[in-house]
């Protein structure tokens, strides 16, 4: 059991960093766009391009970090007068539902990188699929979140970082 945590906490690590790392790279590449426009009235022909699928990447792993980090949005105000019996299967409920946002992520995200394969990108010459293979990417690692919510284990990493504000 150890060592499958250790697996698990493994690949969640990687998609954390993931995330960070596009992030980071779509700053150094809009930088570098606005810079070399403005004082150089060049730009990379690339730049555009790149600068999109780092977006799009960056916003479905950030995804993913959200709902292993149990900060989607809710409805705390309303629940909070509710019975616990009643919260406890709604949480039920929510975790089903990710799930499935989850699957349809998986499936549709696998049918448009499927159909995104033939095709290519006008500047880099990539497949059109790497703009669109991270949402089953994204759909699978919701999945696993969801589930592990459903059985009540605790996805939360960062615990101590709301107790601060």
């Not at 690590?13 to 150089?40: P, Y």
């Not at 809710?74 to 406890?88: A, R």
């Amino acid at each position: 059991m150890r060592s499958i945590k250790k697996v698990a906490l493994a690949i969640d690590s990687l998609f954390e960093n993931l995330t960070l790392l596009s992030l980071v790279l779509l700053v150094l590449v809009v930088t570098t766009q606005v810079v070399t426009r403005k004082l150089f009235n060049f730009v990379f022909f690339w730049s555009e391009e790149i600068t999109l699928l780092l977006l799009v990447w960056f916003a479905f792993l950030s995804i993913t970090v959200g709902f292993r980090e149990n900060i989607h949005m809710g409805i705390d105000s309303f629940t909070h007068h509710l019975p616990k019996t009643f919260n406890k299967i709604l949480d039920k409920v929510i975790s089903a539902s990710i799930f499935a946002f989850g699957l349809y992520l998986v499936v549709q995200g696998w049918e448009f990188t499927v159909l995104m394969e033939e095709s290519t990108l006008p500047a880099t010459k990539m497949p059109s699929s790497v703009g669109y293979i991270e949402m089953p990417i994204t759909g699978i690692m919701i999945c696993v979140y969801a589930l592990l919510q459903f059985f009540n284990v605790d996805t939360v990493r960062y615990k101590d970082m709301e107790e601060g504000s």
